[in-house]
């Protein structure tokens, strides 16, 4: 995952794994981006998964809440 800072609290986020996923956010606001199988939303009864990030310095803390489990990712930036 890398990302790049845009000015005025917004990044641009590339995520890449088996599929590459690119979003543009603005910290402290809410945003919906596309999952792995480019949709926004599986089916409407599936619980709906929550990611925050935080930027601290050279790293991105993802925290994913889903259905009352809570997980944390930690990524370094690399230069």
Known sequence: MTWNDLGGLRFN???KAVVTLTFECRLGE??????YDKSEKKKPNEPMEVYTYTIDGDKMIQKLEL???VCT??????N
């Open 13 to 15: 986020v590339v995520n």
């Open 30 to 35: 809410e945003f919906t981006a596309k999952v």
């Open 67 to 69: 259905a009352g489990v």
């Open 73 to 78: 990712r930690v990524f370094k930036k690399i």
